[in-house]
């Protein structure tokens, strides 16, 4: 969005001096004091800016600021030189009209630098491309070549143009530069042989000998030593701050970029060097001719292309036509210093003029141009202490301009009042057209009459022009001399006798001698021809009238009628173009920055009429402006403007004004603006407006800060949604997943006080059924009760072997009686076991397993319960007649015992030691001890016993086994029941092992090495005691006689 600003914000003091309050000289100067310490130096008076030169390089005139003024309105934005080059490029561009920029003031008042900055600024916003580029880049280069030939340091300001310059800069449709042309007015050429004091020759003189490397030594022949050369001053010949080498080098840059060729930069710097040795010639007075100083004359004469000869004779004579008559006189000393000198003038101001010429063939507009903008930087008005020629003519010409300044400026006031429909009012202005009428009047003016005084036979001096003036001009209320008819000022001793006094619009200016000279500026013909004859390709260009065959006898034109000629033209060029006024104003004397020399301001605010100027500007009106920009500016000052008008920008402004209750006399509705009579009520409207922006300010703030809480609260609440939807959609979720497993822990729980309920309800209807039972079986009951009283009184001992069971007393009690004989007894063989320790279970384990095997099936069986398990009678590992043994046996040993191996051929037995360990079975020597045989318990195949009552029994092998070859073996002992026992244990704990059968029959066979024996067992009488006897019946049969009882 564009920032709508005008001039009236943030103002130091009033930007333009319209709106001064109260106008007066004082105030007028106070707020360009006050701007100036603020660095603003720029200040307006309607359109016209003032310009005050810093003397210091203000940061103002960047490519930021060239874009912040670029395409802006002249009143939105501080004061600036850019504004108004920015209002004339558009005003040129947009509404094709030519411009002019007219830049005045005094000398070092910052003219040249304020036409710089505009050409500068209108380089940077017109078009751009490489024709426009180069076109662009030769006319600013132009500058310092003029610049170089043209300033001179003076005392003023050490770059003070010597010459009056306008350029017309021409552009295309699109407002694309062309080109341009140059016009100069009036070089002060007499600065080339004569520098006042603490001044300088023109700056090419000093850059020059300070540069161009050895051409200057070598072939222009020069001497790098200032001193060495009579026409340049010595005393200021350094300036402070000026390196004249290194503006040697951008000039001949300047002129490259201009189109200067190489010859042509050296043709016009020998012209230069020409002049420099020129002003060495000196003359003698006793011998005239030969009395030249031939040297410097020689040099010169070589560099011109000159014959010396030629130029020493124009020296030397001076050659008068008149009539087809020729007459030479002899020129004496002083004569030949001042054709030297006038040479000299002429040379330079003729190179100068050349140079011009150049640079504009080379700017020249071959095509079509659209518009034109002048730009005029003119010496401002002069007032020495002794003022020439030179100074009336410069002060001829700053009044010219501040009549077109008062025309042009009335002119457009008017124009504006037509334009906006508003009734003209007459201003009283002072109209210095009666001074420029004094000057330039054609019968009776000066110049006129110097002109008449000059071309008048006899002699003709400045007294004789003074007589001229004093009896012409004594009237005239501008003119003043001592001796006019008017008696007014024979008192007046600031005026000497010999001058004269013109009262110029900028203060009164006394004039001294020296017109009539100037005026006539002559060259000797002798002079102009000898350089016509120079071979030197420019010289001859530059002194036409040297050509013989061109001679021409009338007199030149005078200096003063050619420059009031070209001010005439340049007038009437000026009348033609939309003027825009720029007024330098000189700060102070010293060339200082940050001084303010109020006396010095003062005079300069005075005679450009800068007072006038404001009371011209504000004599209708004081303050205009297009209805849009001031309908925006203060439409917050009414509430039917504010914030939006909806209808045309004009009566909105009336709304406003009414609304305002501003007095009708104060301000004028025109077609396009408003027109305010005082500044008051426009400063009025600008208070007004200043609190108004500080209530809106408040209010915006206020708005802001609601806005900024309110989208603050907003996004808290659009979040707080989102986080409690989360949350409601986590609890939710939560809730479900709880209340899922709630269900089934109540199911569950429900499950449970179901089950519950059911049991309760079982034991109330198992209770019930027995109450209801015990209700109906009382005496049952009773009887009951005292049957396991009395069984608990009668209770049988705790051995397992005790038989003993009290009495039944009641038949029904028959079954329960049995059942609790058999639990109890039961419970009492489960205590008794319970106190067994390991040992004595495993030894009751062995009793159980005889019972499985024997009880019942063998008759000695009965008789081996009582008897313990001993297992090792022979005590084998502590008797030491077993030691032997017991080395070989390399296991333990779980039984040992004294057995009685069977003869096979008689049935007698002999006695064997038989041990039993966990892999085998050993028979030893009873007497020795020494191992029989050792048969491994994986070789036996079973064992068999008797039904009866004797210890006999066969260990039968396996058939095919290591240990059957021998055959089986029968033994008899008296431990038969504990050997078959504990045989059958161990073979039944080995893993890989079926358990050894134990036959039990009263006939078996046994395998005695190759015949099988059968042993069969009869009951007989007892013999031998009681135990059984054995005896061989036949190969086939082994009889074992049994006795019956034991
Ligand atoms: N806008 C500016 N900013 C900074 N310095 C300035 C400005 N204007 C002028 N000056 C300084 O003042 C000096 C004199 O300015 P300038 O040569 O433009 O004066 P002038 O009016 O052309 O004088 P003259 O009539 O003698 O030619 C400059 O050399 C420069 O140092
Ligand atoms: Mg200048």
């Not at 190179?351 to 903008?373: A, G």
């Not at 205009?624 to 009566?651: D, F, I, N, S, V």
């Not at 005590?875 to 004294?898: C, F, G, H, R, T």
Request: net charge positive; hydrophobic share 35%; with cysteine.
């Amino acid at each position: 969005m564009e920032v709508k600003t005008s001039l009236l914000d943030n103002m130091i003091g009033v930007g333009d001096m319209v709106l001064l309050e109260p106008l007066s000289e004082d105030t007028f100067l106070e707020n360009l004091k006050n701007r100036f310490d603020h660095n603003e130096i720029y200040t307006y008076i309607g359109s016209v800016v003032i310009s005050i030169n810093p003397y210091r390089s203000l940061p103002i005139y960047t490519p930021e600021k060239v874009e912040e003024y670029r395409n802006r309105n002249f009143y939105e934005l501080s004061p600036h030189i850019y504004a108004l080059a920015d209002e004339a490029y558009r005003s040129l561009r947009d509404q094709d009209k030519d411009q002019c920029i007219l830049i005045t003031g005094e000398s070092g008042a910052g003219k040249t630098e304020a036409s710089k900055l505009v050409m500068s600024y209108v380089a940077a916003v017109c078009g751009k491309g490489q024709e426009v580029n180069k076109v662009k880049e030769q006319l600013l280069q132009s500058n310092p070549v003029l610049e170089a030939f043209g300033n001179a340091k003076t005392v003023r300001n050490d770059n003070s143009s010597r010459f009056g310059k306008y350029m017309d800069i021409e552009f295309d449709f699109k407002g694309d530069p062309l080109g341009g042309v140059i016009s100069n007015y009036l070089l002060e050429k007499s600065r080339v042989v004569k520098q006042p004091r603490g001044e300088r020759n023109f700056h090419i003189f000093y850059q020059l000998l300070s540069g161009y490397g050895l051409v200057v030594t070598e072939k222009l022949k020069l001497d790098r030593d200032f001193s060495k050369y009579n026409y340049l001053s010595l005393d200021s010949a350094v300036v402070s701050g000026l390196d004249d080498a290194a503006n040697f080098r951008t000039v001949r840059n300047a002129m490259q970029i201009v189109g200067f060729m190489e010859d042509e930069m050296l043709s016009v710097l020998e012209l230069v060097a020409a002049v420099l040795k020129l002003g060495n010639i000196e003359f003698k007075p006793e011998s005239r001719c030969n009395g030249i100083d031939e040297s410097h004359l020689k040099e010169m004469c070589e560099l011109l292309g000159t014959e010396q000869s030629v130029l020493e004779r124009a020296f030397s004579y001076r050659t008068v036509e008149a009539k087809m008559e020729k007459v030479s006189t002899t020129l004496n000393v002083a004569q030949a210093y001042y054709a030297r000198d006038a040479l000299a003038k002429n040379l330079y101001s003729r190179l100068f003029s050349w140079l011009i010429t150049r640079i504009n063939e080379s700017i020249r507009v071959t095509k079509t141009r659209h518009k034109v903008m002048g730009v005029l930087d003119i010496y401002g008005f002069e007032i020495f202490e002794d003022n020439s020629f030179e100074q009336f003519i410069i002060n001829y010409c700053n009044e010219k301009l501040q009549q077109i300044f008062i025309e042009l400026t009335l002119r457009e006031e008017q124009e504006e009042y037509v334009r906006e429909g508003i009734e003209w009012t007459n201003i009283e202005y002072f109209n210095n057209a009666i001074i420029c009428d004094l000057i330039e009047n054609n019968q009776n003016g000066i110049l006129a009459m110097l002109d008449e005084e000059c071309l008048r036979p006899g002699t003709v001096t400045d007294e004789t022009f003074l007589d001229k003036l004093n009896t012409i001009c004594a009237e005239h209320q501008h003119f003043e001399s001592r001796l006019s008819k008017s008696s007014k000022f024979l008192t007046d001793h600031s005026l000497p006798h010999n001058c004269f006094r013109i009262q110029h619009y900028a203060g009164k200016v006394l004039v001294t001698a020296g017109f009539v000279d100037k005026n006539n500026d002559l060259l000797y013909r002798d002079l102009s021809q000898a350089m016509y004859k120079a071979n030197h390709s420019l010289i001859k260009q530059l002194f036409p009238e040297g050509n013989p065959a061109k001679v021409n006898l009338k007199r030149p034109p005078t200096a003063g009628f050619q420059f009031k000629a070209s001010v005439g033209t340049l007038m009437s060029n000026l009348q033609t173009k939309n003027p825009n006024y720029i007024r330098c104003v000189k700060p102070n004397d010293k060339k200082a920055s940050h001084i303010f020399t109020d006396s010095l301001v003062r005079h300069q605010v005075h005679y450009l009429g800068l007072m006038e100027n404001v009371r011209v500007r504000r004599a209708g009106y004081a303050f205009r402006q297009a209805y849009e920009p001031c309908l925006e500016r203060y439409k917050m000052l009414c509430k039917k403007t504010w914030p939006h008008w909806r209808g045309p920008a004009r009566e909105g402004v009336e709304v406003l004004l009414t609304d305002l209750q501003v007095p009708t006399e104060e301000f004028a509705y025109g077609r396009s603006k408003i027109f305010i009579r005082n500044p008051r009520t426009l400063f009025f409207l600008e208070e007004k407006r200043k609190r108004c922006l500080e209530d809106l300010a408040t209010l915006i703030q206020k708005i802001y800060r609601g806005w900024k809480c309110r989208s603050q609260f907003l996004l808290l609440k659009k979040s707080q949604i989102v986080v409690a939807a989360w949350y409601r959609r986590y609890a939710v979720s939560r809730f479900f997943v709880t209340a899922q497993n709630s269900k089934q822990t109540c199911a569950r729980k429900l499950l449970r006080e179901l089950k519950y309920q059911k049991k309760c309800e079982q034991a109330v209807t198992t209770i019930s059924a027995y109450w209801h039972e015990i209700q109906l079986n009382f005496p049952v009951f009773v009887q009951m009760q005292k049957y396991f009283l009395d069984l608990k009184r009668n209770m049988p001992s705790m051995s397992p072997i005790d038989k003993s069971w009290p009495a039944r007393p009641y038949l029904f009690l028959e079954g329960v009686h049995t059942e609790l004989k058999r639990i109890f007894h039961l419970w009492r063989c489960k205590k008794y076991r319970s106190q067994f320790t390991e040992d004595k279970k495993a030894v009751y384990e062995e009793k159980l397993k005889a019972s499985e095997l024997f009880k019942d099936k063998k008759a000695l069986y009965p008789s081996s319960v009582s008897q313990p398990f001993k297992g090792d009678y022979l005590e084998i590992s502590k008797n030491p007649k077993y030691q032997k043994l017991n080395n070989a046996v390399d296991e333990k040993v779980l039984l040992a015992d004294v057995v009685n191996k069977i003869n096979r051929a008689n049935g007698k037995g002999s006695p064997r030691l038989l041990l039993l360990t966990r892999r085998s079975v050993i028979l030893a020597d009873q007497k020795t001890g020494q191992v029989k045989a050792s048969v491994p318990l994986a070789d036996l195949a079973s064992v068999s016993v008797s039904t009866q009552m004797d210890g006999f029994f066969a260990l039968k092998l396996k058939e095919g086994s290591a240990s059957a070859v021998k055959g089986d073996f029968l033994l008899s002992s008296d431990h038969l029941i504990e050997i078959i026992t504990k045989l059958h244990r161990i073979s039944a704990s080995a893993a890989e092992r079926e358990p050894i059968n134990v036959d039990i029959s009263d006939e078996f066979l046994v395998q005695f090495k190759h015949d099988k024996v059968c042993v069969k067992f009869i009951q007989g009488s007892p013999k031998n005691g009681n135990s059984a006897s054995c005896k061989r019946k036949n190969n086939r049969l082994l009889e074992v006689s049994v006795p019956t009882s034991p």
